[in-house]
């Protein structure tokens, strides 16, 4: 439920820190100091300032900054002291719950404290409102919102549009989520890469496949994001020789092998069963973080490699990376596999 507070601390003393224009109002000289605060401290003494001389027509202003701040326990006061909070206090603090916070039940409650206050979901609402739903599976929360975004005349909203195509694909309503990609009249490579990531991660590789050729013969060029969906297909299906053929273009195009693109590589390797390409972007890498360890580690244990999984995985431990869910399911086969789980 949302709780009104209307207590904030006033103990804080406003420090003039620059000379000012004498005849600058004492509302852009607040607004000029708020977009320099780096510090939730310092933006309670603007706050103050605003309150001792009422200047409350700019608290939208102070409401972005705490956000910006990750600050939530300040921003949320701040926002349910508002007395009548607009549309774009709401579209803010939703953006914070659902990106900065990811307190998604908090976004849709918000969300429809909107719609009950006569406030029009507007283009700056519907993707936060979608992603939300997207993390809570929430489909029929998506449907209706999708409703009441066709209605406002939001679809042609790009933003939108790929919000609502990642909700229904993470929801498994790929027929709904093609049907929006469909209708896009001129689509841009965000569209094309929501439709294909959420045929790669939904399970439907050769879909994902199909749109992708689909999409080179419209003569779009891919991205980062666009090979580590067409990656995952590949694995999926065994198709090794599109695989070598994505590793090709990002070594033609000078991409950087990242931990996205290089971890996309040495699944897609792995389960194909070239072990020895795996290991080998694998080793190129530098920065190894986490998913890429991980990687090699599952790959290994799901070919049946213990003693290199283990190793790898020891080998992890020794540089201070620490391992975690996913990192323990594929050790630990490996190591009941050998009689060895004492060793993790």
């Given at each position: 439920?949302l709780?009104?507070?209307t ?29 320099q ?18 200047v ?115 929801c ?38 199909d ?21 995952g297909a ?6 090794l ?59 290994f ?6 003693h290199?999984?283990i ?27 050998l009689?060895?789980?004492?060793i993790?």
């Amino acid at each position: 439920m949302l709780r009104k507070t209307t207590t904030f601390p006033r103990q804080l003393n406003f420090q003039k820190q620059q000379q000012w224009p004498q005849q600058q109002p004492l509302k852009e000289r607040l607004l000029i100091i708020l977009k320099q605060c780096v510090s939730t401290k310092t933006v309670q003494q603007v706050h103050n300032q605003m309150l001792i001389h009422s200047v409350v027509d700019k608290l939208n202003f102070l409401l972005a900054k705490l956000i910006d701040l990750k600050d939530f326990d300040y921003s949320y006061r701040l926002f349910t002291s508002m007395h009548e909070p607009n549309d774009y206090a709401f579209n803010v603090m939703i953006r914070g719950l659902a990106t900065t916070w990811q307190k998604f039940d908090l976004t849709l409650e918000l969300y429809y404290k909107m719609k009950s206050l006569g406030i029009k979901p507007n283009n700056f609402t519907y993707p936060f409102f979608f992603i939300a739903c997207t993390n809570l599976l929430a489909l029929e929360h998506g449907r209706l919102g999708h409703c009441m975004a066709l209605k406002s005349g939001l679809m042609v909203d790009c933003h939108v549009r790929h919000s609502l195509i990642t909700m229904y694909s993470m929801c498994s309503a790929l027929s709904c989520a093609r049907q929006v990609f469909d209708e896009i009249h001129e689509r841009d490579l965000v569209s094309w890469n929501s439709m294909i990531s959420g045929y790669s991660k939904m399970g439907f590789p050769k879909d994902a496949l199909d749109l992708f050729e689909k999409m080179k013969g419209e003569g779009f060029e891919p991205n980062e994001m666009t090979l580590v969906s067409v990656l995952g297909a590949c694995g999926d299906l065994g198709n090794l020789s599109l695989g070598r053929l994505i590793e090709d273009y990002v070594v033609d195009n000078k991409m950087k092998v990242n931990s996205f693109i290089g971890s996309s590589l040495i699944s897609m390797y792995t389960k194909c069963g070239d072990l020895e390409s795996a290991r080998r972007i694998f080793n190129k890498m530098t920065n190894k973080d986490l998913v890429t360890w991980n990687s090699m580690i599952t790959g290994f244990a799901q070919s049946g490699l213990s003693h290199e999984a283990i190793s790898t995985f020891n080998t992890m431990k020794n540089e201070g990376v620490n391992a975690n869910n996913i990192t323990l399911s594929g050790v630990l086969p490996a190591c009941a596999s050998l009689g060895a789980l004492d060793i993790v």
